[in-house]
């Protein structure tokens, strides 16, 4: 299994970033998808979350409203959409496989995951 992230790059207060997850070595659209993060010191907080079809998301209240998972299983991609990113956003941004079909989200309780992408803070 390998899951490799991109996309994380500087951008400006209330700026936009999309960030990209390549999956290989298992059937994809077989697994719930999540986007977790872990900023400088704190612990790993849960961002959102796709089932295996893309028809159910879930969302951190931190980003509802800002962040958007997708995920493109043609591809064998998932994708987070932020915008209007703030400094509390920065972090290291990690995209997991969940067990099943369904989305989860507890950290703990995803089975595969990335190295991650750094967003840095935006300035």
């Known amino acids: 299994v390998q899951l490799q992230e991109s996309g994380g790059e500087s951008v400006r207060p209330g700026g936009s970033l999309k960030l990209s997850c390549k999956a290989s070595g298992f059937t994809f659209d077989d697994f719930a998808m999540g986007w977790i993060r872990q900023a400088p010191g704190k612990e790993l907080e849960w961002v959102a979350a796709?089932?295996?079809?893309?028809?159910?998301?879930e969302y951190g209240d931190s980003v509802k409203g800002r962040f958007t998972i997708s995920r493109d299983n043609g591809k064998n991609t998932l994708y987070l959409q932020m915008n209007v990113l703030k400094p509390e956003d920065t972090a290291k941004y990690f995209c997991a496989t969940a067990p099943s079909h369904w989305v989860i989200v507890e950290p703990d309780e995803y089975v595969f995951w990335g190295q991650g992408t750094q967003v840095p803070s935006p300035h």
């Open positions: 796709i089932n295996w079809d893309g028809s159910v998301t």
